[in-house]
């Protein structure tokens, strides 16, 4: 009981942080807006083009900021004062939603307005990322900071879930409607952002670092073969395995569900890896964790394959929730052991090129996805991404016997 009070307590002193309030809401309706925009704009562009390449074209222009600027954002935000950072960042991203509801309004808007608008967003979030969460620690008291690491990433997670869907509901009304909830959404994590005041608790001012210090963390991982199979393992099953790209042709053409059943299709992995972490929190993996680090891999490739082939809404939703459920268990044992295995000099390093590699297999597969899908069609490509994250499993099982052999997350783990 006093433990359980104990941690309200905690919460309850968190909350009554002003800048912690005020970060709370800038993520979370940041994040919202940019989960409603996904949705919205894939919809368009498919509506206008009936292109399913037009719809992978949507990864590749969100891949390229984070792989170009992801490392140098980072240098900027040890740097720099973060509260500048974030507030130029959120300011230039309300041109984004005021941009698409003049493409809507048009009677033949070009399809290439709508890819810069979306390359302009993907920049400023390359910045936003790092600046969000380097700022987070000197924001609160030390004690308090794992509990506000956590209710911040919740945060991320009930944006996954209510962005897709309120911007598919919406669509049914007015797209200039749901963008101008995006608008407002992105007015109030601006103006939250001009409202922070300077840290409390850490130095905010430059640390110095050189470009072979930000190099230094890829030196690092190359050197351990756990971490950089890892990495691997995440990057290459994201790239293939990823359907979220395609989810606009499975709602129109072969579910028949139209934009509210898009929202859903796109939410469940977000409802599937939420359930599964409250699983991790309550019973976490003790034993075997390599193995069930590669089971969670598997399940989110067998689900895709599944996912492939149904045409029907119950299953195909069902499949979503184990893709989500079995990405949250491989990204939690993952980081887990990326993370105690990672000296404490060199995890804001490591951790940036993680970053980099989830962001990588993530976008960049949604370009594989629709490059294939013009060549062999919706289904055909989902079955190839789930069959090679399945093919990717057994092969990283052989190749990286470190990893398949790890039996605690927590052993040789470094001081």
């Known amino acids: 009981m006093s433990s359980d009070s104990e941690k309200k307590d905690s919460v309850r002193a968190l909350f009554r942080e002003g800048p912690f309030r005020l970060l709370f809401v800038m993520r979370l309706t940041s ?44 240098q900027v935000a040890d740097r720099y004062d973060r509260r500048w950072i974030l507030r130029i960042g959120l300011t230039s991203q309300i041109v984004v939603p005021i941009g698409f509801i003049a493409l809507t309004n048009m009677a ?17 979030r390359t910045f936003d990322s790092p600046a969000q969460q380097a700022i987070l620690p000197s924001m609160v008291p030390r004690e308090l900071v794992a509990q506000a690491i956590s209710i911040s990433t919740s945060a991320q997670k009930v944006s996954a879930l209510v962005g897709p869907a309120l911007g598919g509901a919406i669509i049914i009304f007015s797209i200039s409607l749901d963008y101008a909830i995006c608008l407002l959404l992105i007015v109030i994590a601006a103006l939250a952002s001009y409202a ?23 030196q690092f991982i190359f050197k351990q073969p756990v971490i950089l199979g890892l990495m691997s393992l995440d990057l290459m ?29 796109r939410a469940g992995p977000a409802i599937g890896a939420l359930v599964m972490g409250i699983v991790l929190a309550r019973f976490p993996v003790r034993r075997r964790t390599g193995r069930w680090l590669f089971g969670g891999v598997a399940v989110y490739g067998v689900a895709t394959i599944i996912f492939g082939f149904s045409e029907n809404m119950i299953l195909s939703m069902a ?69 090679a994250a399945v093919l990717i499993v057994v092969v990283w099982m052989r190749k990286f016997p470190q990893i398949t052999n790890i039996e605690h997350p927590e052993e040789e783990a470094v001081p």
């Open 31 to 74: 994040n919202t807006a940019s989960q409603m925009i996904g949705v919205i704009v894939s919809w368009q562009i498919y509506e206008i083009t009936g292109s399913a390449l037009q719809l992978g074209l949507i990864g590749l222009i969100q891949f390229l900021p984070p792989l170009a600027l992801t490392l140098f954002a980072g």
């Open 108 to 124: 033949a808007p070009p399809v290439w307005a709508f890819y810069v608008l979306l390359l302009i967003m993907a920049i400023a």
């Open 196 to 218: 922070l005041r300077p840290p409390e608790y850490g130095d905010p001012g430059a640390r110095g670092r050189t470009w072979n210090t930000v190099f230094s963390g890829l």
């Open 237 to 265: 099953a994201t790239f293939f395995g990823g359907v979220a790209a395609l989810l606009p042709i499975f709602a129109k053409d072969i579910l028949e569900v139209g934009p509210v059943g898009l929202g859903l299709l």
């Open 319 to 387: 499949c979503m929730l184990a893709v989500g459920a079995g990405d949250m268990l491989g990204q939690v044992l993952r980081q887990t052991i990326i993370q105690l295995r990672t000296p404490d000099a060199m995890r804001g390093r490591v951790a940036a090129v993680s970053n980099l590699s989830v962001t990588v297999g993530s976008q960049l597969g949604q370009f594989e996805s629709g490059v294939v899908a013009a060549m062999v069609g919706a289904v055909g490509s989902v079955f190839i991404g789930g069959a």
